[in-house]
């Protein structure tokens, strides 16, 4: 077996950052084939032959990334022998006529992201050399193997190069062709043109010519290639004629001319976008004043953890804020904030987007009141087994995480006006909570916070409750600490001093220390006196556990959540004079709410947050990393005691709250696929490389041996990371937990409207080292999300990137 690999793994960083091919002076196709042996290359051959008559003066390049077979028959060779003119290469020539996936088992191994990069850096060579076009063929069908053994389509995926799809002439063709479209279509691939050749018997490319146009994609046919002789040096001659018949065709030349039009038009398309969307689109939270076309992001397409952002040309109106990569019109930018803290799996997940055709070709969308689907049924169950929450039996479905939260509420409120007769008295029933808490923008959701600056002009909000301030975790050069409120070290007590974040976290061992006692004691005088003095009453408790996300990322002192928890629960004659219910699986006090929309699902590491409180809710809401960030579901989950609250003779006894696409099939079913990729991926040690400078700190050898450290906190951000940042002059405090990481900038008027993180924010945003960084900011307080199928090496050229910045 002969092999040749001109890709070179040892010199490339051990994650190569992928790029979408776009370049103003290069046309690159990629040329995929519903089958093996539908003629590929020949195809490519006669496209090579007709753009060296469409345009002249311009370069034509042929790339064959991964072949099969005998050095001497080699597709390159082909095209070297019949269009001399073009420039032709392969990159890993395996001599073995086997799959690509069998081939590589005897040679080298050879990555997806090592293909990618190596295509990338033949791409900018090709574009230096000047104007022309690439066509890039792939290897058997659309799925075949790789050398890793994944499917082609998904190894070329993150390219983002538009398609010419060979068709299949030959029997049960127009199958294969139909599938292989839909495979790439599934995929986010642009098909551009479908080529097939003519077969009188089976007239395939007549069906498949009206099927596509009914698509608006175009369709080439043409006679098939003459059958072979006797002779090498005539089937030679003979193709030769042929190639330049084929290439001479009007119908040929008008399809490589429709190509560079395309090529054009997209480019053009990207030019206007933001300038439109300027025009026309009324964005979320921005404030509209000083934004231009130049500030808005156009965003290509995403994979992975990046963005594929538009880096508009220097004779564009627009002005680009950083220099795009040499000659490339689109750039990777990180997704930052995990576009609003909902990516987990990835952008473009396969295995979410199958999950998503399947669910749409088998339901659509079903009426639910009354009626069940199995994709519902089974995130019901899957839900509730992994929660692990004996209390929990149902589960309500809603739209997103605000009206998820908005339905918890509800149910709360429900419950405790039912058990202490709220409803007979004509008076406010309010929630406790926790300052800096966010829940969403509808109208209920936004009454469970304090007044800020998300609700101050909103005419309809009225502030329902009492928000408890806190002391919070933080490090501070170098040390994890926990930080009374402003003003309140005689209430709480001075600043405590942790040896790590495992202390912090142990709250088990912490329940019996001073600070334990403090917090309850003051929990217990401000109940006292909102209940007993002031006569109000409560309905929930409802907070973010363990971390305030909108607020600025603040990461509350366990303990407290915990004893917050514990002694409303403990207080139960002080809402009602009737003795407390023996169940267990009850809720005693007031009605326990959890919103994980932020927090929930592995973002912090387990895959509930209660696990680090060591304390469970009556009601949990889950949205966000619940679908890895592709379609919009909230789930509801309540216990019985809460559920029974709603039973009753009249229909005005129910939980009057419903959507048009309550338990959509699509995001039930995206959901349940979402959930078992993160318990596979917690299960799996997936997570180890991040876990193991923890471990390291802890003094623990193998992590997996050792039972002690199961369950013990830990963040993908490195603590030797997290303490240098710490010690910076310019940060008041750094805080991280699972994928999140903040920093709180040293600011004299700090909050919401701050502008001191915007610095760091736009030095960020600057092309470095491979890719720029997208992300929000709150405040003074800038933050970065990874997702949770995030690379090590990802997380550590981030914190390069972050140190530098700083």
């Known amino acids: 077996m002969r092999t040749t690999i001109t890709t070179t793994t040892k010199t490339m960083p051990a994650t190569a950052i992928t790029s979408s091919v776009l370049r103003r002076s290069l046309r690159a196709y990629q040329v995929y084939g519903a089958n093996t042996g539908v003629g590929k290359t020949v195809m490519s051959t006669i496209l090579c032959g007709a753009l060296h008559r469409a345009f002249p003066h311009e370069r034509v390049w042929y790339l064959k990334p991964v072949s099969t077979g005998p050095q001497e028959d ?15 290469k392969t990159l890993v020539q395996y001599g073995q006529p086997v799959s690509p996936h069998i081939a590589a088992r005897t040679a080298a191994p050879l990555t997806d992201s ?42 070329y995926r993150p390219l983002r190069l538009p398609v010419l799809l060979v068709g299949d002439h030959r029997l049960g063709g127009i199958s294969s062709s139909i599938s292989a479209f839909e495979s790439l279509h599934i995929r986010g691939y642009d098909l551009n043109t479908v080529l097939v050749f003519e077969d009188a018997q089976y007239e395939n490319h007549l069906y498949l010519r009206d099927y596509f146009a009914e698509r608006d994609i175009p369709l080439l046919s043409l006679p098939p290639p003459p059958p072979q002789s006797s002779t090498t040096e005539s089937d030679r001659e003979r193709m030769a004629e042929y190639y330049e018949e084929m290439s001479a065709r009007p119908c040929v030349l008008d399809t490589v001319t429709a190509l560079s039009t395309s090529h054009t038009l997209r480019l053009a398309r990207l030019d206007t976008m933001a300038p439109q969307a300027h025009k026309h689109i009324w964005y979320p939270f921005t404030q509209h004043s000083p934004m231009t076309p130049a500030s808005i992001m156009t965003i290509d397409s995403a994979h992975g953890d990046f963005f594929q952002t538009y880096c508009p040309s220097s004779s564009s109106e627009i002005k680009s804020s950083s220099p795009p990569p040499p000659e490339n019109t689109l750039q990777s930018t990180l997704d930052g904030s995990a576009s609003w803290w909902t990516q987990g799996l990835g952008h473009a997940n396969p295995t979410l987007s199958l999950a998503a055709a399947h669910a749409a070709g088998r339901y659509g969308h079903v009426m639910f009141a009354s009626a069940i689907h199995e994709p519902a049924l089974s995130l019901a169950e899957l839900l509730l087994k992994h929660l692990g929450n004996q209390r929990m039996q149902r589960v309500f479905y809603s739209d997103n995480g605000s009206t998820g939260v908005e339905v918890g509420v509800k149910m709360a409120l429900t419950a405790a006006s039912e058990r202490y007769g709220y409803g007979d008295r004509m008076k406010e029933v309010g929630v406790l909570g926790l300052k800096g808490s966010y829940h969403g923008d509808t109208i209920g959701a936004m009454d469970c916070s304090e007044p800020s600056t998300y609700n ?9 409750g009492h928000w408890f301030d806190y002391p919070q975790v933080k490090m501070k050069d170098g040390t994890w600490v926990v930080e009374p409120p402003e003003g309140q070290e005689e209430e709480f007590g001075p600043v405590a001093r942790f040896t790590s974040l495992d202390e912090v976290f142990d709250v088990e061992a912490r329940d019996s220390s001073a600070a334990a006692a403090t917090y309850k004691k003051h929990i217990l005088s401000i109940l006292d006196r909102l209940v007993r003095e002031e006569g109000k009453s409560f309905g929930a408790l409802i907070m973010e556990p363990v971390m305030l996300g909108a607020g600025g990322m603040l990461l509350v002192d366990p303990l407290f959540q915990r004893t917050l928890i514990s002694t409303i629960r403990a207080s139960h004659s002080l809402f009602s004079p009737t003795p407390s219910p023996e ?20 973002r912090l590491g387990p895959f509930s947050p209660s696990t680090l409180l060591g304390a469970q809710p009556d009601i949990s809401v889950h949205a966000k990393l619940l679908t890895g ?15 029974d609250a709603f039973l009753g003779s009249e229909k005005s006894d129910a939980l009057l709250h419903g959507h048009s696409y309550t338990a959509h099939a699509v995001g039930c079913k995206v959901a349940e696929t979402s959930v078992k990729e993160l318990l596979k991926l917690q299960e799996s040690g997936a997570w180890d490389g991040f876990q193991e400078p923890w471990n390291e700190a802890r003094g623990v050898v193998d992590s ?3 039972s002690k450290v199961a369950g013990r906190v830990w963040s993908m951000w490195s603590p030797t990371f997290l303490s240098t940042v710490s010690h910076r002059a310019e940060v008041e405090s750094v805080v991280a937990l699972g994928s999140v990481l903040a920093i709180k900038l040293r600011d004299e008027n700090p909050g919401y409207e701050s502008n001191s993180a915007i610095g760091l924010q736009s030095a960020l945003s600057c092309v470095d080292g491979g890719f720029g960084i997208h992300s929000r900011v709150l405040g003074n307080v800038f933050y970065v999300m990874t997702g949770q199928t995030t690379e090590v090496d990802v997380v550590r050229r981030v914190e390069q990137k972050v140190l530098e910045a700083l």
């Open 583 to 602: 169940d267990a699986n009850t809720w005693i006090g007031l009605p326990v709410v959890f919103d994980e929309v932020f927090t929930g699902l592995n």
């Open 629 to 643: 960030g592709l379609v919009p579901l909230a789930a509801t989950v309540a216990s019985e005691a809460i559920y």
């Open 114 to 155: 090592a293909i990618r990069e190596q295509i990338q850096r033949h791409v900018t060579e090709c574009a230096e050399d000047g104007q022309g076009t690439l066509l890039l063929e792939t290897a058997g069908g659309v799925h075949s193997p790789t050398p890793s053994g994944s499917s082609q389509a998904d190894l």
């Open 704 to 706: 997996r041996k050792d």
């Open 456 to 464: 101050k002009r909103v005419h309809w909000y009225q502030g329902r």
């Open 74 to 88: 080699a597709d390159d060779g082909h095209l070297a022998r019949f269009s001399p003119r073009t420039s032709s």
